[in-house]
């Protein structure tokens, strides 16, 4: 059994372009970590299985965007907040991917793990 603690995940609602067996998809992030994400299921990405690989390209604020590749670790659900006028904390479970990143590059992660701390500070 591992002793290393669990990377934070982070909530949140960010758009990226996944790129798996197909034509690009844009999808929705819900939950982000150095290690991984959790994509909404999308139009294009709606069939995928554990083990598929594939490559996600996130938008970083003030540089180029960040691509990381990917193997879908598991099929789940997620909880996704709701905007509506008037209302606030109102969440919906949505249906998705876990997907687990294997990182090739030490600066690439360097540049996940700033962006993470950014969305801590929020």
């Given at each position: 059994?591992?002793?290393?603690p669990r990377?934070?995940?982070?909530r949140c609602?960010?758009?990226?372009?996944?790129e798996a067996?197909?034509?690009p998809?844009?999808?929705?992030?819900?939950?982000?970590s150095?290690?991984g994400?959790?994509?909404?299921?999308?139009?294009?990405?709606?069939e995928?299985?554990?083990d598929?690989v594939?490559?996600?390209?996130?938008?970083l604020?003030?540089?180029?965007?960040?691509?990381?590749?990917?193997?879908?670790a598991r099929l789940?659900t997620?909880?996704?907040e709701?905007?509506?006028s008037?209302?606030e904390h109102?969440?919906?479970?949505?249906?998705?991917?876990g997907?687990?990143f294997a990182h090739?590059?030490?600066?690439?992660?360097?540049?996940?793990?700033?962006f993470?701390?950014?969305?801590?500070?929020?």
């Amino acid at each position: 059994m591992s002793t290393l603690p669990r990377p934070v995940r982070y909530r949140c609602e960010l758009f990226a372009r996944l790129e798996a067996q197909g034509a690009p998809v844009k999808v929705r992030v819900l939950e982000l970590s150095e290690t991984g994400a959790f994509v909404e299921e999308a139009p294009g990405f709606d069939e995928a299985q554990v083990d598929d690989v594939g490559h996600l390209t996130l938008a970083l604020p003030g540089g180029e965007p960040w691509t990381g590749r990917f193997r879908v670790a598991r099929l789940g659900t997620s909880r996704r907040e709701l905007k509506a006028s008037g209302v606030e904390h109102v969440t919906v479970a949505a249906q998705g991917y876990g997907l687990e990143f294997a990182h090739d590059d030490d600066d690439e992660l360097e540049r996940l793990r700033d962006f993470l701390e950014l969305l801590d500070l929020r």
